[in-house]
């Protein structure tokens, strides 16, 4: 079983910031590409960000710029902090593996991020 606890979500203003947290596995953080996805209502999932470990970073278009991933090895979490919020961010937002292979069958439960004024 894949430990993904996502945390962190609710409602944001726009142009304002909110930080999601997944607590997982170290191991997982050492040995994977891990990522956050989103599921917007009536869309398909997507990956929004990802983070190497080599701690290189990617980003989708609609993120970049706004959206940051970091990891803290020591607490075994992985974090999306989502600045300039605009309402399009709206989605269900999960944790995963990212690159190869893409992500595991088993996912968490998610975090709602609902963005409106």
């Known amino acids: 079983q894949v430990q993904l606890v996502e945390s962190g979500g609710g409602l944001g203003q726009p142009g304002r910031s909110l930080r999601l947290s997944c607590a997982t596995s170290?191991?997982?953080?050492?040995?994977?590409?891990m990522g956050w996805y989103r599921r917007a209502p009536g869309k398909q999932r997507e990956l929004v960000a990802s983070l190497s470990i080599d701690g290189s970073t990617n980003f989708a278009d609609s993120v970049k710029g706004r959206f940051a991933i970091s990891r803290d090895l020591a607490k075994n979490v992985l974090y999306l902090e989502m600045n300039s919020l605009k309402p399009e961010d709206t989605a269900v937002y999960y944790c995963?593996?990212?690159?190869?292979?893409?992500?595991?069958?088993?996912w968490g439960q998610g975090t709602q991020v609902t963005v409106s004024s």
């Open positions: 995963n593996k990212a690159g190869v292979g893409g992500p595991w069958d088993s």
């Open positions: 170290g191991r997982y953080l050492r040995l994977y590409t």
